[in-house]
């Protein structure tokens, strides 16, 4: 038997490798793109900034479950519907790399809110620059050009931290700007570097 648990490791570590040479197509510029517009339009809605800091964090962490919800739409569809099982452990491959920075942030935004009410300000920034490493940790199942927009993020995420934006408040755009633009740029992506080669392969086929 412990031949046989062998064998079944090594199968699994090979599929692994195969899995990082091939680009996760998963995720699709519509959905990806709408999710971007959520963060806007949520920001828009907030309009100013909240009086309390647990009313900020409620908001935010709502809008986030809505908003990869929508982003993440067409692989939960394909998911059920279509997928086969190599399919599904690819893709529950590649959403375990962003599931650490994205519990980090979890556990980061509720110890500020507990521990230090105030610095529930420097929220946006630390939530673009995990997003930014959740996205470079999925690096090696995305289309290469994706690391600009993990780029994006790690800078306005720096920018929001050094300049102290929302020191006087929380800022509703510092989150709902910084998410949408993050969003679009990768849904831009993900069209310029898969669904048009794919589009234009299938018309010349």
Do not use: N
Not at 58 to 84: K, M, Q, T
Not at 107 to 121: F, G, Q, S
Not at 193 to 203: F, P, V
Request: charged share 15%.
């Amino acid at each position: 038997m412990s031949d046989v648990f062998r064998a079944l490791e090594q199968i699994e570590a090979i599929h692994d490798q195969l899995a990082k040479g091939e680009v996760y197509r998963g995720w699709r510029s519509l959905p990806v793109a709408a999710s971007g517009v959520v963060g806007i339009a949520a920001a828009a809605w907030q309009g100013g900034a909240p009086s309390q800091p647990w009313l900020f964090v409620g908001y935010w962490l709502a809008v986030a479950v809505v908003a990869f919800a929508v982003g993440c739409s067409e692989i939960a569809w394909h998911y059920v519907r279509h997928a086969d099982e190599t399919e599904r452990r690819r893709t529950r491959l590649v959403l375990g790399q962003l599931l650490p920075a994205l519990i980090a942030g979890a556990i980061a935004t509720l110890a500020l809110i507990r521990l230090e009410p105030p610095a529930v300000a420097i929220l946006p920034g630390l939530w673009a620059m995990l997003l930014g490493v959740g996205i470079f940790a999925a690096r090696p199942y995305l289309p290469p050009a994706c690391i600009w927009t993990a780029l994006f993020y790690w800078t306005v995420g720096l920018l929001l931290l050094w300049s102290g934006a929302g020191k006087d408040g929380v800022a509703p755009w510092g989150v709902g700007l910084t998410f949408g633009v993050g969003q679009l740029l990768a849904a831009f992506t993900l069209y310029w570097t898969l669904e048009r080669r794919q589009a234009r392969g299938d018309s010349q086929a």
